[in-house]
């Protein structure tokens, strides 16, 4: 692959100031799926290895999560905090409509199947209802949060990776493509354009 001077020194200098999380991470690849530009990410690296990075991230909304990957889906079940409906149960089931990963598009597009349960008090949990009334809770929760990378219908929702400050920091001509979500592992290809 080709990458340029600058990329290359980016790329190193974020790891070296991550080796810790970095050393991890990469501990979950193998080296051949690696020359092969697959991306083979294992539950185990979601559920155990960056957990506490991402919960760190979610701050006070989330309490805890777990993922699969199985049969072309990925299933997410959370438990959620939100200040005035309480603390939520909620399982999703998504599929991989579009991932547009390449130049100056970083979208993906999933379609989803949703369970929510109230874990509060009655009114808590009337109030999660009335949220919900006419349309899902993701689109709700996405409207109410007024997140601008996100856009959610009622049964599909579009995650516009370009709008968050992470992407910058992507080597440029990094493509990367959806293979499958299959017994406990996500698959991506990638190469450098």
Known sequence: FIMTDEGLKSLLGF???NKDTAFTVLENF???DIEEGILAIPE???NED???????KAGPYLNDYGV??????ILLDLDINVKPLGRLKAKYMLSVNRFDFCG???RISLSY???VKSEGNFLQSMALKAVAMNRGYLQAAAEMMKLDFVEAGEDVVAIYLDKLELVKKIPPGLNVRY???LDGILKLKFYFA
């Open 104 to 106: 100056d598009t970083h």
């Open 15 to 17: 790891l070296l100031r």
């Open 30 to 32: 193998k080296p051949e």
């Open 179 to 181: 293979v499958s979500s």
């Open 113 to 115: 199947k949703e369970d």
């Open 68 to 73: 699969l990957f199985l049969e072309n889906a």
């Open 44 to 46: 185990k690296l979601i």
């Open 50 to 56: 960056i957990k506490m990075l991402i919960l760190d």
